[in-house]
């Protein structure tokens, strides 16, 4: 992730006039006020959210081009008595906050991230899939991908640590997720390592490094054997600083994908994908 730049003192006006209080920065899309509507752009990500629960939609904003594609939801709403707008694309940028909105943008009230429960995770165990787990990955760009990779391939939820850096579902994941927020639920479980000892009593927890002790990933698939008697719960961490050693402490095992050499890692999100798909059965 890149350095903030060095900021540089600058001279005071000479005003014989008091100077305002500086704003206070905004908060990390991560840490939104509580009851504060947050803003889902794209015609995959506002579709999503209709399929699949209508009712968090509070306002929907439209352009002319995407008029025939919302017509339902915009039915849908008025049934509820809840607002809806053909504005202008100038207009749609300002509600939307970026230009990248994709002719549509719906105002909602963000879902609560759960703490993960122990107990719980064995009847996810029930279910013999893979668990995602991410520890540290801050850049919300590469959450939304990974979420939007773990819908693609049918993994109903990912549990996420309490790492200070850790994205949490913010407006940029969800632009890159494409609906896939609304499939995949996110967890966080607080005291990470210990969390992982925990949830050791139902997966099978496998770290992913480059680090000495880690294996090639096809040792997670030996030939004509199944993958695991306990469904693999896969950590990946942080995108400069990777794994922290309490973390890589507490996995069962350490794996690796293996490369050219001429580079020396992928992108967390494109890992996720990779991993995914070998676990899912590719």
């Known amino acids: ?34 009851g504060k509507l947050f803003r889902v752009a794209g015609l995959a990500a506002v579709s999503a959210l ?5 009712g968090r939609v509070e306002r929907l904003f439209f352009d002319e081009r995407l008029k025939p594609q919302v017509g339902s ?37 963000p879902r609560p991230v759960p703490a993960f429960d122990p107990e ?12 995602l787990v991410l520890d540290g990955v801050g850049n919300p760009h590469n959450l939304g ?12 939820r990912i549990l996420v640590s309490d790492h200070p850096g850790q994205a949490l579902p913010s407006e940029a994941s969800y632009r890159v997720a ?10 966080r479980a607080e005291r990470f390592a210990t969390a992982l000892k925990r949830l050791k009593d139902s997966h099978r927890v496998v770290g992913t490094a480059l680090s000495p002790r880690a294996r090639p990933l096809a040792s997670l698939k030996a030939a004509g054997k199944p993958i695991a008697l306990k469904p693999i719960a896969l950590v990946l961490g942080n995108e400069e600083e990777g794994l922290p050693k309490a973390t890589m402490d507490a996995c069962d095992e350490v794996v690796v994908i293996p490369g050219s050499g001429h580079v020396q890692s992928l992108n967390v999100a494109a890992t996720a994908a990779i991993l995914i798909h070998t676990l899912t059965g590719g």
């Open 1 to 34: 992730m890149a350095r903030p730049a060095d900021r540089h003192p600058t001279r005071r006006p000479a005003s014989p006039r008091p100077r305002k209080e500086a704003a206070p920065p905004p908060p990390r899309e991560r840490e939104r006020e509580p």
């Open 50 to 54: 209709f399929e699949r629960d209508a």
């Open 73 to 109: 939801f915009c039915q849908q709403l008025a049934r509820t008595r809840r607002p809806y707008r053909l504005v202008e694309g100038d207009e749609l940028a300002r509600v939307a906050g970026t230009a990248m909105h994709g002719g549509v943008v719906a105002l909602i009230e």
């Open 120 to 131: 719980q995770a064995r009847a996810w165990a029930a279910e013999g899939r893979p668990l």
């Open 145 to 156: 991908a990974i979420v939007r990779t773990a819908a693609f391939f049918g993994l109903p």
């Open 178 to 187: 494409e609906g896939g927020f609304e499939w995949v639920e996110v967890h």
